[in-house]
């Protein structure tokens, strides 16, 4: 990956807190079929081995955010969406090399994620990345039924 690593004026990366919950939510509900709720999100603050990163534009709020659980050396991308209409900029890049250098600096060596088999823009994403196919678990997702690709980065 050859993107720079600053991030564009106005933008920055943070864990998220107790007040961002709800705009999460509202880009979680949109980005996914079977969102988690806020509870969910308010009770992984905080919590160990979660690493909950929220990307703000200082003039605009919340614009998108993920999730990442670490255990010991080795880590799961759990979510990562931004807001609609910020994508294809680039802010996506950013955020998924900020979560992958969080992994890194945890220990993590292996970082997995699923993701729904039909998610191009994702998938392509994880690809240049340097994630790799390593399964499929088969009717993974409901709403609509579809297969999981497992894709794994190794940080080691
Ligand atoms: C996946 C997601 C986070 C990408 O964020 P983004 O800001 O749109 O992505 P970027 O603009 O940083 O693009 C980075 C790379 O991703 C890939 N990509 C992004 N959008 C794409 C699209 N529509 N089609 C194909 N590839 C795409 C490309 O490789 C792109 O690099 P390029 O611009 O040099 O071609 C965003 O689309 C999103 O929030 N989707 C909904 C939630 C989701 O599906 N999350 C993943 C769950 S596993």
Redesign the pocket.
């Known amino acids: 990956m050859t993107e720079p690593n600053s991030l564009p004026d106005g933008i920055e990366i943070r864990t998220l807190g107790p007040a961002d919950v709800d705009a999460v939510v509202e880009?979680e509900t949109e980005?996914?079929t079977t969102p988690w709720k806020a509870d969910t999100f308010s009770s992984l603050i905080g919590r160990d081995g979660v690493e909950l990163v929220v990307m703000v534009d200082r003039s605009d709020g919340v614009i998108?955010y993920a999730v990442l659980w670490c255990i010991l050396d080795q880590g799961e991308?759990a979510?990562?969406?931004?807001?609609?209409v910020?994508?294809?900029?680039?802010?996506?890049?950013?955020?998924?090399r900020h979560v992958v250098d969080v992994a890194r600096g945890r220990g993590v060596q292996k970082l997995f994620?699923?993701?729904?088999a039909s998610?191009?823009?994702?998938?392509?994403?994880?690809?240049?990345f340097g994630f790799s196919d390593v399964g499929t678990r088969r009717a993974y997702y409901d709403n609509p039924k579809e297969d999981a690709r497992v894709m794994l980065l190794e940080l080691a």
């Not at 994620?113 to 729904?116: C, I, M, S, T």
């Not at 998610?119 to 240049?128: F, G, K, S, V």
């Open positions: 880009i980005a996914f998108g991308l979510n990562l969406a931004l807001s609609p910020r994508r294809g900029s680039g802010l996506g890049a950013h955020l998924l994620l699923e993701v729904r998610n191009t823009p994702a998938i392509e994403l994880y690809l240049r």
